[in-house]
Structure formats: C-alpha cells, structure tokens
C-alpha cells in the first residue's frame, strides 16, 4: 500500500486527494495541515464579511462528504522534509513517512515593516480565522484605514463598510489596481465606492501606526496626516509559503518551482496551487496564480501523476470572475502590465499571467458601469476584461484560450465608431459554428 502524504487542505490539497482516491482505492492518503477550519472557500471570505453568505455557507462538503475520501487528517504544523530519507516531521516532533509528498500551502499575506504592526486590531484576510476577528473588531469601530491594491484590499474595504464603519482607503498611487485595470475601469471602480462613502485618499502612504493599551488608535501618514481609527486593514499582496521547501533543498524562485507534471527538483515531491510556479506555454515563463481553479487544477494533475498517472499540467489562460465595487468583474488573458505601486508582488485572486502584455492595442467600449476592454495582438486576442454585462465572457474566453484568427475584423476592432460588443458577438457566433464543424 503506498503511502501519500499532503500538507495543505486548501483547494489543491484536496483536489490531488481526490484524484488519488479515484486512482487507488486502497492507498493510506494523510493531509497534514495547522488550519484549524479545514477545507472551506476563501474567495466566499468576501461574501462573509458582508453579510451575504453565513459562516456554514463557505464549505463545500459536509462531514460525511469528507469523510468518503476515507482521508486521514492530522492538524499540525509541519516543521520540516527530509527528501531522502522520506518522511516529515511535524511540531511534535513525530516523524511521518511518505512515497508521495505533496507541498500544498499556500501563500500567505505580506506584512508592512513599520512602528506598531503588531498592535491589536491590525488585520489581513488570510483565511477564516482571520475573517471572524475583522467582524468581531468591526462591531466596536467606527472608522477603519485599509491600505493596499488587488481584489483583497476592495473585499475588505467593502466588507467593512456593508458593517457600517467608516473607511479610509490608503493608495500610494493615483488610482486603484493600476497594473491591472486602464484609468477608466480604476475610475468606475474608485467613484462607486465613493458613493456609498468610502473616502480614498491618493498617493498617500502610512508612516506610523499609534496605539492605546495595545490596540490601533490612529495612522499617521508620510505628509504628516494623523486618522483616527480602531481597524487597520493591510493587503499589500502575498508570498508563497516556500520556507519548507527551501529548507528542504528544494529549487525556489518566488514559489516552489516545478516541471509539467506538477514534480519539484526533488523525487516523489510535488507542488500545487499558490505555492507553486508553474511555466506559462505562452510566455515561456515560470509564474504564480492565486486564483481558486487553477489551484484545484494543479491538485488534481497532481494527484494523477503521484498516482502513477502522467498527466502534463498545461496552464490555461487565467480567467477570475469577481465582483469589484460591486459589478462583477470578468479577466481574461493578458490585460495589463508592470508593478502596481500598493502591491508586493502576486494578490489573491491574481495571475501573473494578466501583467505579461506584449505589443498590442487596446479596443474599448463603455456606457455608464458596464466595460469592455480586448487587448488585441497581430493575429489573436491577448486577453478581456468585461465589468457590468457579463454576456460575452465566455465566448471571449473561448476566443482567447484557443487562439481565434481575429485578423478578418481586426481593423473593425479598432474603429471606435463601431460598437465593439456587437462585432464580437458576430464574430463569436460564425468562429464557434465553423469550429465546431471543423
């Protein structure tokens, strides 16, 4: 019977066991992790903090659903990997043997180097833990700073304010996800959360955070600005947990790096999900997603190949559905490039991939809060992204993942007085009938 050990029970972790109990019936499967909450959804953390879905909403399987992969869960901290010798050991001490090992976990927020981080009542939105201290500081609240860019800095923003308390929004730039988003889609973005009262302050930075007895009571800026506040909210980006494996000897640029099949540098250990940098077919580069699918993706060749399966792990093209200032959100492809000022790095709910933009010209189209954007190249579309009406997302997805020849209507793509949502519809509707029929 051979022995498969996985740390991490987050969606790659969980995945990969799948895909080894589907292989193998009669294999000894052990996750190990320090997550006290066990397998539960950490895009639903946003939808939580709002109100909009209870704490019981954000797992997908119940006890007895769990218990079927006839798992054996050991929640403990792993403290090191001995890779030839095969086995781990975790805080106690014990040692835990494996054939297959798995490095599922994770990433985890970045921290700001400055005076009184570590007073109570500075947060990140991590995981669950996490979530239910920001609601329990936000009931004795009345205003909170959150400083940072990315999908976590708005979940929280948002959170915070549904709560009833009053946010100050810290950008160190001149305006929200600028990697990312063009200056209209960050300007739909930044004038609805103003609407419902959030104040964002622009190219401000934090100097100091002051404290009483312990806990936040106010921010100082850089120019000198002093805020009033009990919550202070940081996402400034995240960073794999890559120390075991760098400890282990294991090769690491900014997660652990692997090859098609999901293996590190070291045999019979594999990688899945935010830890791991995975290579681009496009670009020919190695890069990082935070974004749940690709996560279970990854765990789940994983598993095949620990299984005895080879499966080639081929990244698709990154697509996130979310919901920024609250119009859903749809990125496809490569839409942006360079580093945003309020982020270190990768986010949550982010892709390398979305910033790798080669040469192209972008064609727009917007009324009001709904936004079309492509990014398109010599031959093919490069990548979308659509806020408000979401009807053509998956048609350009499809577009963009399998590299349509757009060279019939490019020049039309281009001609601002034509609307640009009808000549993708018309397009899509004879590509997909022609491909379907090739």
């Not at 806990?215 to 075991?244: F, M, Y």
């Not at 079309?372 to 659509?386: D, E, P, S, T, Y």
Request: glycine share 10%; net charge neutral.
């Amino acid at each position: 019977m051979r022995n498969y050990v996985i740390i991490g029970t987050g969606p790659a972790g969980i995945a990969a066991a799948q895909a080894i109990r589907a292989q193998d019936s009669r294999a000894n499967i052990v996750l190990v992790g320090d997550e006290p909450f066990g397998y539960y959804s950490r895009p639903g953390l946003a939808y939580y903090l709002t109100g909009e879905i209870p704490e019981n909403g954000l797992f997908p399987y119940t006890p007895a659903e769990f218990n079927q992969l006839g798992l054996r869960l050991i929640q403990s901290q792993v403290t090191a990997i001995h890779p030839a010798e095969h086995y781990l050991e975790n805080q106690a001490g014990k040692r835990l043997p494996y054939d297959r090992l798995l490095i599922a976990v994770g990433a985890q927020a970045a921290q700001m180097k400055i005076s009184g981080i570590e007073l109570e009542g500075v947060v990140t939105l991590d995981n669950l833990g996490d979530a239910r201290q920001i609601l329990k500081l936000g009931r004795g609240a009345r205003s909170a700073v959150v400083v940072g860019g990315g999908i976590t800095a708005l979940e929280l923003v948002e959170g915070l304010q549904s709560r009833g308390v009053k946010v100050h929004y810290f950008l160190r730039g001149d305006r929200y996800w600028s990697n990312v988003l063009d200056e209209t889609e960050s300007r739909i973005v930044e004038e609805r959360l103003k609407s419902e009262g959030v104040r964002i302050h622009y190219h401000t930075e934090l100097a100091q955070i002051q404290g009483k007895r312990g806990r936040v009571s106010a921010v100082v800026t850089q120019n000198g600005e002093r805020l009033d506040c009990r919550l202070l909210a940081v996402a400034i980006g995240i960073r794999p947990r890559t120390a075991l494996a760098s400890a282990a000897g294991l090769k690491v640029e900014r997660g652990i790096l692997v090859d098609e099949y999901l293996q590190t540098s070291a045999a019979d250990i594999y990688a899945a999900g935010d830890v791991a940098q995975v290579r681009d077919p496009r670009s020919g580069l190695w890069v990082l997603d935070s974004l749940w699918g690709p996560a279970r993706e990854q765990g789940h060749h994983a598993g095949l190949n620990m299984a005895g399966v080879p499966t080639p792990y081929i990244k698709a093209v990154p697509f996130n559905v979310t919901r920024l200032a609250g119009l859903t959100t749809t990125i496809i492809g490569t839409v942006g490039r360079g580093q945003d000022a309020d982020l270190l790095g990768i986010a949550r709910g982010d892709s390398e991939t979305w910033r790798q933009l080669p040469d192209a010209i972008a064609a727009q189209s917007d009324f009001e809060v709904n936004r079309l954007r492509l990014m398109v190249g010599q031959r093919h579309l490069l990548g979308a992204i659509l806020i408000g009406d979401q009807t053509l997302s998956q048609p350009l997805y499809h577009l963009v993942s399998q590299n349509a020849d757009i060279t019939p209507i490019r020049d039309r793509l281009l001609d601002t007085r034509l609307k640009l949502g009808d000549l993708v519809a018309a397009f899509w509707a004879e590509w997909s009938s022609n491909h379907a029929t090739s």
